[in-house]
């Protein structure tokens, strides 16, 4: 009798447990092109609930406890976009709308002060200055 009484708070507690969780989901779009905002990063700020948007911009937080909570959407070509949410025992589902972020990039400029020709020339002479050496090498000099 103490096995069936076993099996069934085996049963019932985790029904229960399962109960006290709440799920967010929704989809990140762009505000101007409502095209989906794919690899954006979907967390809850001072919790450790986080996730990644689809390639269709869908996303889903599972086993968060009921609260209120301050969501936040972050992208390497987005704005920072946060809202707050009160998560129940009914799924909050979500639609966000994002905006591009425009980044300025200053120039590079890569430059050598060092003379190739010069010191190519002084490598082929200290080679082939050597005798044994000059018959066995070839100078291959390849500047871009």
């Known amino acids: 009798?103490?096995?069936?009484?076993?099996?069934?708070?085996?049963?019932?507690?985790?029904l229960i447990v399962s109960a006290q969780t709440g799920?967010?989901?929704g989809k990140v779009v762009r505000a101007?092109?409502?095209s989906p905002v794919a690899n954006a990063s979907v967390f809850l700020n001072n919790a450790t609930y986080g996730t990644s948007t689809a390639e269709d911009g869908t996303f889903t937080l599972a086993g968060?406890?009921?609260g209120q909570y301050q969501l936040v959407v972050t992208g390497v070509s987005i704005e920072e976009y946060s809202i707050t949410v009160l998560v129940g025992r009914e799924p909050a589902k979500l639609s966000i709308e994002v905006n591009q972020k425009v980044?300025?990039?200053?120039?590079v400029v890569i430059s050598s002060?060092?003379?190739?020709k010069k010191i190519t020339n002084?490598?082929?002479r200290s080679l082939l200055a050597i005798p044994k050496m000059a018959r066995s090498v070839r100078l291959l000099i390849h500047i871009f």
């Open 1 to 14: 009798m103490r096995f069936y009484w076993f099996l069934l708070i085996a049963f019932i507690c985790p």
């Open 64 to 66: 968060v406890k009921p």
């Open 113 to 116: 002060s060092a003379d190739w």
């Open 32 to 34: 101007d092109t409502k």
């Open 103 to 107: 980044l300025m990039l200053s120039e």
């Open 23 to 25: 799920t967010i989901t």
């Open 122 to 124: 002084c490598l082929g």
